[in-house]
Structures are given as structure tokens and as C-alpha cells.
């Protein structure tokens, strides 16, 4: 029983006769550890035809932790990396996929149960799971988003876990393009909703406001494909300390005299090219260059010089008030991208 759990040969063309002969040996044996296993298996169906799925299935409907479960079913010591007990890992991420499909909530007890097993304690027990796990938790919101709580708290799960894609993709090797790209469009917008946040503490309402209803609008188009906040370290301190943010997420300028300056920088591309924006907070200008332009802006570094993020730029526009810039500005990433938005 244990060898057949240990490699679970299910290509085997045998592997019927030897499910069915150890499933009658179990009910024949007198000792003490074929009735444990007989009692485990009428338990936990191990020997069914496809006894990951219906164990998978008991352990979904269960409210003990998985590996406590496991551990009652008789996989301990060498028995801990049976193929039987992966098998079983890859049917209940299956499950928490369509689950979560279905309108089941991340946060939820039973995915917070499935995920728990996945990544034991702070590493996959399982190789295979790495590569699954993004598509059991991501794949289901390629297309729509989970409610906020759920999306922050997947935010913070692959960022531990995987990294942030934009700056390090070692951790996402393997793993789905589309399932990658939902960190990714979530974490544009978390700069932005990060980058308006801060700046209400820190900026003068008056010169924000028409920004943010502005550059919102290219959010809501959903044609920033590339988003990086960098704080000043005043605004950084507000952000990582009293607004509890994430500091792994943001970067810093220096030099900068008034330390609550901050700039957002983005990427807005269209069908005619992509162009690369820093918005300055405060009475800062707004610049853009061709993407990859001369004097543009690197994203995604930690720290910056004020003078990274002034280079000398194609657009580079005052706010002037009554919002005469807008219309300019809208122009100039027109006609470098096409866009109208």
C-alpha cells in the first residue's frame, strides 16, 4: 500500500489490477497496520479510481488544517512526497480554481486552507505547485477582479512569494503570461491609487484634483501599462508608516529641498507607440518622452536624484490653473500614440 501511494502508477496498464488486489489484501489482513490502512481507506477513498480527486475532495469539505488531515490519512515520514499526496495538491488547487471562478472569496476559509497547504511553512512543500498556484488564485480574475480585500491580500501574497514581476521576474519563470499580467495590471493600479493617497496628505488639493480626474481617465482606458511612484522621503515615511503601505513597492528621490515632492511615473501606450510620463506633485511640471527616449526616466529603481526625473523632455508642461494644460498635454500623447481618450 505505501509503495503504490509512494509512486502512484497510473500510466501503468496495470494500474487497476494493483488498486483492486491491494484494496482486497487490506480487507483480508489481520495485522495491525493492513487495519489501519483498511480503515484509512474507508475513510478517505485512497484506492478509489481516482483516489487524489476523492481525497481531494473530502480534504475541500473539511475544516482541520491540511496538513494535520494528511498526517490522520497515514502520509507521514517517507510517505510526506508521495506522488499520491502531489496529485492530490494539484486536484485541490483545481478545485480552489473553479471555486474562486465561482464567486468564492480569496479570503475565504477554504482557499485560506488550500493556500496554507500550498506554500507550507514559507516555501512550496510540492515544486509544482509554484507554477500552479498563480493559476489557481490569478487565472480566474483575467478578466474581472475579486473584491478589495481579496485583491490586497493577493497582492501581498505573491509579492512575498513571487516578488514584484515589474522588477524581478527569476520568481515568475513558468508561469503563465496571462496570470503574470494580473499582478501586473493590479500593481499599475495600486501605484496610482498609492501615488493619490499620499498626495492628499501632502500635496495642495488645488493643484491635484484636476490631475488625478485626468490621468485617471488613461487608467480607467486601461492604457498605463507601466506605473512607479516615487515617493519624496517625507511622502515615503507618511506612506510606509502611517498609511501602512508597502515600501518594497515605491521609489525615493533625494535632493529635493521640499521633501514631500513626489512623481508618479507612467507608460501610456497606443496603436501608433507608447510614450513615458513623470507627473510631478505639487507646482512641479508635467514631461514626456518618446518611451526610451533620451533624458526619459528609468522605472522601477529605488532611488533617484531630483535631476533622474527632470531630463530634458519633448513635452514638458506647467499646470496652469482653470486647466488650460489639459488640453495640450492630451494632444502631445496623441499624436506619439494615437490615442483619444
Known sequence: MKAFLRDYPQAAPTFDEWRLAIDQLLRDSASPQGIAWRERNE??????????????????????????????????????????????????????????????APTSPAAQRVVAMA????QFPYPSLRTKLPGALLGPYVDRDPDEAGRKWLERLFLDYYGDPRIDTSRWFGVDERHRGVMHRWLVRQSLEAFFRVLDGTADKRHWDARR????KYFD??????????????????????????????????????????????QIRGPRGSVDIAEWSHMGRCRGWPSGGSGAPQFYRRRYDGWDLRGEAPLEQTHYAGGSWMPKVREWIGLQTGLRV
Open 119 to 122: 506554500v507550507g511553512a514559507g
Open 43 to 104: 475513510t478517505w477513498k485512497l484506492l478509489e479510481a481516482d483516489g487524489p480527486g476523492a481525497f481531494a475532495d473530502q480534504l475541500w469539505r473539511r475544516s482541520d488544517g491540511i496538513p494535520v488531515l494528511l498526517e490522520g490519512a497515514g502520509f507521514t515520514d517517507d510517505l510526506q512526497n508521495a506522488r499520491f499526496v502531489h496529485l492530490v495538491a494539484d486536484a485541490l488547487l483545481d478545485r480552489l480554481g473553479r471555486e474562486l471562478s465561482r464567486g468564492l
Open 221 to 266: 482606458a486601461g492604457v498605463v501599462v507601466q506605473a512607479w511612484v516615487v515617493f519624496g522621503l517625507d511622502a515615503y515615511r507618511i506612506a510606509t508608516g502611517r498609511l501602512n503601505m508597502d515600501g518594497r513597492q515605491f521609489g525615493t528621490v533625494h535632493g529635493e529641498q521640499d521633501q514631500s515632492k513626489s512623481v508618479l511615473l507612467m
Open 213 to 216: 480626474a485626468f490621468w485617471g
